[in-house]
């Protein structure tokens, strides 16, 4: 018997496209949980006329506003309860095709992912038709997100239509999870950390007269502090918590030689400066050699790094692993640290 899916669908200021969103689901989708954020406009009331007419519909009405991260976690808890075998993911304002779906759901059905994204950059005729400032700061925000996740082979990390494993889903740290735009990345963090195996799905959205709440260029201005704090916290656990190896020695030496190699160079660059006095080769050779032996290990780490990407899906060990109970808190936690 196949796992049940469950569909989770933020929802604020969604008055004019949750109806169509909705009514677009196929019949693969046993329960559809519309998670309405404290919304002004009428998404509620609509939602819940949608609900009387389908029966999987069901309207959860958070009291006040926390986010879409709040709202999907209210959305994935509902869904664990209901026991539902994979959820899926999609955004209330008509931009996920609702028909991909199935699509979505197949490589965690087949065993070969354990969560699944969106890519609308996969196609290039679909990407020369985006705005030039879109590309490059997803681009910009694509590489921040693989150096705080390690999972080098993703793109889109703020695409909002996914799917994950329940099982996967449980053993994730609902209570640390980021509540507002920064969920889809933090997702993409803690997966890394229980080494979930993530697979994109090339796709096209759906651009129509809705106004997005999420700008990429916004994004660039508050995420690099966000991806600097999970950079730090991954490299602390895979390499010097869980493990420690060749690949730690070089990340330390490397850093290493290459801050002493500037602040040696820099200091006697200034000296020179204030003494009119050109530095001797041996003393640009003491500067330079430690910065080149340094960006050597450094590039030797990151190889390393990104070979570790996980492949293996985690879907069936979580047992064997008990990650449930050591994962952190899952879907019981209600405050983000």
């Known amino acids: 018997m196949s796992a049940a899916i469950a569909v989770v669908i933020p929802c604020y200021q969604v008055a004019r496209t949750i109806a169509a969103v909705v009514a677009g689901i196929g019949p693969e989708a046993r329960h559809i949980f519309c998670v309405d954020d404290a919304s002004t406009d009428a998404s509620a009331e609509i939602i819940a006329g949608v609900a009387a007419a389908d029966p999987r519909v069901r309207l959860i009405r958070r009291p006040e506003n926390g986010g879409v991260g709040a709202a999907v976690l209210d959305g994935y808890r509902a869904a664990l309860g209901a026991g539902a075998g994979i959820i899926v993911k999609l955004d209330g304002d008509g931009q996920s095709d609702p028909a991909l779906l199935a699509k979505f759901c197949r490589p965690i059905q087949e065993g070969r992912a354990d969560y699944v994204k969106g890519n609308r950059f996969y196609f290039p005729d679909k990407v020369q038709a985006m705005p030039l400032g879109r590309i490059l700061g997803n681009a910009g925000l694509s590489f921040l997100t693989k150096l705080s996740t390690g999972y080098w082979d993703l793109f889109d990390p703020t695409n909002g239509y996914t799917a994950i494993h329940a099982d996967v889903a449980a053993a994730l740290p609902f209570a640390r ?161």
């Open 177 to 337: 999870l980021h509540r507002r735009y920064f969920f889809e990345s933090d997702m993409l963090f803690r997966l890394a950390v229980i080494r979930a195996r993530v697979v994109e799905l090339p796709m096209e959205s759906v651009y129509g007269a809705e106004t997005s709440h999420l700008g990429v260029w916004r994004c660039l201005a508050t995420f690099p502090g966000l991806h600097l704090r999970n950079l730090v916290k991954r490299i602390g656990y895979n390499y010097f918590l869980r493990n420690f190896s060749i690949a730690s020695v070089n990340l330390v030496l490397g850093l290493a030689l290459i801050a002493f190699g500037l602040i040696f160079g820099l200091d006697h660059w200034l000296a020179s400066v204030a003494t009119g006095r050109a530095a001797t080769a041996g003393t640009v050779m003491v500067s330079a050699l430690p910065i080149l032996i340094g960006v050597q290990m450094g590039l030797s780490f990151l190889a390393f790094d990104i070979a570790m990407t996980p492949r293996e899906p985690l879907q069936g060990h979580l047992a064997d692993l008990n990650l449930l109970a050591g994962a952190g808190d899952g879907p019981s936690g209600d405050q983000p640290s």
